[in-house]
């Protein structure tokens, strides 16, 4: 029995923990690695591990038990994995059976397992259970193993055949069963028996949130219903839903919580207070009733149906039906898997179960059957799920596999939109309840017949709704058709007036008006346009159309197609009509109009009458928003006509003021572009264009088609496309200065950046307090906007002691945050540290050291030289407020030491009277003549030695503090006193006279407490600090951080409520299976440079890593060689890297901050004063006592925050032994308050067959180990959209609370920034303009900045668009969505709406954009806050970078297409729409104009010049002396206006650290080639956008983040970039070589350099980024290596399994892939295009010599006899290989051998007979090497034909010769350069600047520096 006391030392082992070190458990999982079909045996294997070494032989028993089990579970081992397990288990068990019985201690297994049973349970379970003072979790587990153990028992006894058990065993097996489901696992909220006690439970709130639930009165129960608990009266109103509509028992129980937890803190905060506390007041069931209802009423209203929501006449029902309704809804919600992105579907099942509900209630009778109306799909077990939502789920997971994981084109299955809008129309009662099969919406998964008809008749399809998203880049033209038809009408009057030649006065002329009213007909023309797009883009959906719609389509064709025709005709017809002078004499009235073209004005005035009404209801936007919610028949008519009613996008505009404002940003805008575009661009080029088409006799330089043709149009198009691409495409320029500005204006004003360095914070810090107490402590007193700077006094009063007390427990809280993540050092930390408890005698406020240091010191010399009067050394002294406070301050410490030193009567005497000597002197201002200040040094300087011991307290040295008090009283009383003082004098000899020695009896070392300790330390830096502390702290990041916080104190934010009243919110972190600690290996590895991360960090970090090893207390190569050392240091690591783990320690100080901020909220004066330290180290009878402050803060935290991880792959992880799943686990040990939730597969039996059944889990971590809390059963797969959406609908239902922020995992968070967090979520209280918040903007740090110069690129640019960009899109713009993830949700506005993102495949790839889109589209309202901030790491290497950005465009490609652009482009008003499109799709489709204006205008250029047009007009231009037209046949492309696109970064940079650092970022940054990376990343957008519009294939792109310094292979780069830039930058070389070759505009090279400069750089930019920005990238031994690398990759031969970096013809398959799954028209365009490169060898030729100036056609036939030749000879050496090279070398090699002397004697024929010139040749090769490359893309277009006709080997042989030339174009210039040692270093220097400049070794880091162990 001795061994019971063992027992509690093995089993309550706990995890210590501090706030600063986390701890990891090593092995965790050997036991858990369990089967999913034999998940039953793992507890049993858990119990039996935790007993191993107590008695080895009942753990064998426990196996050996858990083995029959699995064989009982799976006799025929058929599932995942079960043979291997029974396996490895059966020979663990044979090798234990010996070792065991040789220890058993009884006779038989029976007596060992009984005796063991009753000691467990006497010695531990009975010791434990104590009452409240009860360690819940403890019992809780001890309860269960318990239970298992009897489990065993019982079997063992069968075995051994025990006929009986003894009585007292079978008492305690009765008790454990009942105490096992009373200590069930719980989430928050233990709402069992047992947890009622729990402090959580004790809160007012909840008692009355858990009574309201309780409330069972009048519900008839089934008799079958649990009738144990039935009888206890434990049951709920939701196990009453449960037992009617069979919903899954934990789902009801994770709902219970939910929405108990939902109601109390909403009742908590109801004003006035609800009397009495611990009853529900209806105020809060109300509240929540109609934020929960608010979707289903207007969905009811929308239908032209009544609500379901129906409540009783008796009083005493009505607020237990309220709650019936909200939980029903919940219950439905919490267990809809995937049907929750269909929100409607949602509303529907709610409104017939919601009906059927009241039916049962108000007792109802079915007219069939005479009885009670009972629910249509029953009350068993799962019902819900199998009856209800596994059905819909089908139809989700059938119309996705159409989708063919997005390969399939968007029309040809319905996604999440498609299905849920069939539910936007009263067909969808017709379903009926229960729901008909036979169903329209079920069609596509209806059953076929089978039989010999069955061919004939394919499952039905369901059909697109609404919108179908047809790819083709005319979307962006439907989306905004407004836009593109008010930019085509505006050029079109530039270009009138422009021509008319007339000044801008004299436009009111006639004629001109005349000309310029014809912009109706082409605005008639578009609007037909529109309208055909409509119906034809729209046609897919032609299953689902109504009568009305097609009806209003062709309507509209009709009305469109005759205004076309109507106005032309008019204005034609009017064109003759007699003029007069001037316009106003018909303005007065239209029947006073003289003979003016009267016909063509009316008519244009009726085709004006709709526009007049849109104007008005623009003007009026609470008209708009008032008609389109109306249900008049009238107003359905008039919206019917103007655009299709659906449910969302009504109703959605702003106040009148917003619209004033971003109206007014719009006008402006755009009149500076139209002035810009006009006086630039359109007029200059009109005289020259009027020129060119006045010349008539062309010499045409090739063969021309149409010889005779007038007036030179092609020269006109070349010239004026290019200049009309730039007129679309500069609003976006304009748009990016002008944001520019208005941000910086709104950020100015809204005092961003007042404080941005640390000297700025010392001349504000003693406002600090005042401010923090007017931002961050909750008051009920109301405030006014703002807070002013001025300086307080430091006289302290009782308030201002507290608040100084309240802002030092926060502020020291965030000084110890900076010492545990190492940005400080110890020294620091006490600089900075306030102390938590001042000394009440002292009557001021303690600055923190680092604001005082030096001052004493400068004191006493100014002091000890003074010569003057008293009153002007204290005038000095007082001029610097720090040094003031810093002297008081320590003459009352000096006096607080003496004091606690000396205990003699006679000592005290003599102190007393020298301090009453010195301060009857201050007053008087005689100190300076009665004390000698000169000795004062020599005082200080024995006062500090006395306070270096007191601060070590060594008792050894007591004497020596007996002689420094005798030395200081010596030095006082002789060198300083003036006069002897008489008194003095006596006691003095009176001392004497006694013969007792002064100051013999101290107290020493004085009684140590924490604040003595505190004092002592701080008063030693007072003294002792000399210089001063300016560069404290000197870390950048601490800096940074205390800047900004303080900074956010002085701007506006809402007053912080009392954490019990504030919103509760949840967190939540989607992880696939990212990198979540590093692990020791991880950090040792080395790269191919030798470079380890370890290595890597320390070398970036130098001072946090010496801050880590000074926290750690040890040498450096003692760090490897202990293992709790090595998981600090992993930690450490992991911290620094974008891990899981640096996410959640981030986002757990939300945690941390609501205890300190919950504990000054609760706490007396007395309690602060005191310190929160207290709490935070609790005693272990303050954590178990419910009653203590640590409880009652932990309550307060569980009830406001709630942080879930979403690993959805855990358990598989967990399952494969992955390292990853340990990691999390730690994770969840050391955060007790983190929830993972996973997706757990496993297989079950069904009718002798293994199925996959999926559930969702939630586990938290007890004991070391995971418990699962609730586990709901899935109807499917949940992965049917796209992952990470997938991944956050699945958990969403384990969230709680009012607020929901998304994190994702690349992100962080501060504690500083956490104790902000209560005043953002007041944000959804304030007033924002119509509409209520539904996600507040949170702007975010971009923390990877300081990596390379890429890095530092990529975080200016992200953190100018998290801050200055979404700051204008918020204000005044109106129009932001949701980018990324720190942003807060309105949850129950979201989870009542279809979620936080959007998840169907391909569409919606940019998932999280689309959450605002849905949000704005359905009435919510998107702020932006800056005043706090999140962490966020972004990519550092330029390809992860380009994966990144490839992404965000193939996701802004596929929003092109999609329905909510669609949707907000029309619903919009028309400056609201501008905003819309500028800063979405539009700001890609410019960045692709900007692209093709180069195109267009060097395609332009090359037909100018080959055609020899250029040459006649240059020449017809220099004959008439026409400088106007010279200049323009020699003007500029313009492309550089795209450097005005970093503007918005430097006004951030400006704005925040000051314009002198913005300007020299600048400048580093173009040295650092800046616009060289910028000019590239356009290249990325503009190919993914382009690609995706046209052919599709978006897909995640995973970008990796790890630190990337190492070498990227030339290979690598060539597979990544070539076809995104490297071919679309030779083109363009080509075509600047052809028109500099035979172009005549620029008579020699500098003109031409000047006129192509900025194209040969984008040129330059896109072959060679690649190489300048790869590390290494001109290292001569690298590219040797990569040429090697290179060459073995291109001439490998690809086949099935052989991956894309392996062989080249996989790649170049793998490249095609998007035009295997394109439509018709992708293929078509992809020739179209194509098209273009057959016009260089048509331009060529006829330049050639051997033509001799023949331009006949049969010229350019006779030079494709070239590429005929070429294709045969491939072909025969090709076909030649084949058959001739194994066994006929010989005869190869003389057919090689002959072909070459075949073209050589061709060569010298051509030369010798036909003028054929050397430059001919490379001439050629500019002509044919386009045709080739032509026929290559056009045979890939038709991969099918060209496989037919067997020329596909052709085709591939010849690509691979392509790819030859292009590598060896792009490598050549690379090695060249990489000859020279010193372009390496140069390279190196431009990348690692940022690190250079904190002084790093890159140099080494790159050559390899090894770690230093």
Known sequence: MASGVNFEHTLSRRPSRSAAMTTFSIEVFDNEVVPSSLQSIAPILRVAKEIQNERPRVAYLCRFYAFEKAHRLDPNSSGRGVRQFKTSLHQRLDRDNASTLASRVKKTDAREIESFYKQYYEHYVLALNKGEQADRAQLGKAYQTAGVLFEVLCAVNKTEKVEEVAPEIMAAANDVQAKKEIYSPYNILPLDSAGASQSIMQLDEVKASVSALRNTVGLAWPSSFEQTRQKAGELDILDWLRAMFGFQRDNVRNQREHLILLLANIHTRLVPKPEPQNKLDDRAADALMNKLFKNYKSWCKYLGRKHSLRLPQAQQEVQQRKILYMGLYLLIWGEAANVRFMPECLCYIFHNMAYELHGLLAGNVSIVTGENIKPSYGGDDESFLRKVITPIYRVIEKEAKKGKNGKAPHIAWCNYDDLNEYFWSSDCFSLGWPMRDDGEFFKSVREVPQGKRAHQKKPGKLGKSYFAETRTLWHTFRSFDRLWTFLILALQIMVIIAWSNISLFDILQKNVLYSMSSIFITAALLRLVQSVLDLILNFPGYLRWKITDVLRNFLKIIVSLAWSIILPMCYVSQNNSPSFSKIKDMLPFLNKMKGASSLYIVVVAVYLLPNLLAAVLFIFPMLRRWIENSDWLIIRFLLWWSQPRIYVGRGMHESQFSLLKYTLFWVLLLCSKFAFDYFMMIKPLVKPTQDIMDINHVDYAWHEFLPNAKHNYGAVVALWAPVILVYFMDTQIFYAIFSTFYGGFIGAFDRLGEIRTLGMLRSRFQSLPGAFNAHLVPSNKTRKRGYSLSKQSNEVNESRRCEAAKFAQLWNEVICSFREEDLINDREMDLLLVPYSSDPSLKLIQWPPFLLASKIPIALDMAAQFKSKDADLWKRICADEYMKCAVIECYESFKLVLNALIVGETEKRIIGIIIKEVESNIPKNTLLANFRMRSLPDLCKKFVELVEILKDSDPSKKDRVVLLLQDMLEVVSRDMMVNEIRELAEVGHGSKDSAKQLFANIVFPPPNTAQWDEQIRRLYLLLTVKESAIDVPTNLEARRRIAFFTNSLFMYMPRAPRVRKMLSFSVMTPYYSEETVYSKSDLEMENEDGVSIIYYLQKIYPDEWNNFVERLNCKVSEIWENEEKILQLRHWASLRGQTLSRTIRGMMYYRRALKLQAFLDMATEDEILEGYKTIIEPSAEDKKSQRSVYTQLEAVADMKFTYVATCQNYGNQKLSGDRRATDILNLMVNNPSLRVAYIDEVEERESGKNQKVYYSVLVKAVDNLDQEIYRIKLPGSAKVGEGKPENQNHAIIFTRGEALQTIDMNQDNYLEEAFKMRNLLEEFNEDHGVRPPTILGVREHIF?????????????????????????????????FHYGHPDVFDRIFHITRGGISKASRGINLSEDI????????????????????????????????????????????????????YRLGHRFDFFRMLSCYYTTTGFYVSSMLVVLTVYAYLYGKLYLSLSGLEKTIVRHARARGDDALTAVMASQSIVQLGILMTLPMVMEIGLERGFTTAAGDVIIMQLQLAAVFFTFSLGTKLHYFGRTVLHGGAKYRATGRGFVVRHEKFAENYRMYSRSHFTKALELMILLIVYHAYGTATPNSKAYLFLTFSMWFLVISWLFSPFLFNPSGFEWQKIVEDLEDWTKWISNHGGIGVPATKSWESWWDEEQEHLQYTGFSGRFWEIVLSLRFFLYQ??????????QNDKSIVVYGLSWLVIVAVVIILKIVSMGRKKFSADFQLMFRLLKLFIFIAFIIGLIISIKFLELTIGDIFASLLGFLPTGWALLLIAQACRPITKGLGMWGSVKALARGYEYLMGFVIFAPVAILAWFPFVSEFQTRLLFNQAFSRGLQIQRILAGGKKNK
């Open 1344 to 1376: 990877t900045g300081s990596v390379s110069s890429l890095a530092w690129f990529m975080s200016n640019q992200e953190t100018s668009f998290v801050t200055i960009g979404q700051r204008v899109l918020a204000r005044p713009l109106k129009v932001r």
């Open 1738 to 1747: 048509y331009g060529v030729v006829y330049q050639l010599h051997v033509t």
């Open 1410 to 1461: 689309f959450a605002g889109f849905n949000s704005t589209l359905r009435r919510g309202n998107i702020t932006h806050h800056e005043y706090i901030q999140v962490g966020k790491g972004r990519d550092v290497g330029l390809n992860q970078i380009s994966l990144f950005e490839a992404k965000v465009a193939c996701g802004n490609g596929e929003q092109t297409l999609s329905r909510d652009i």
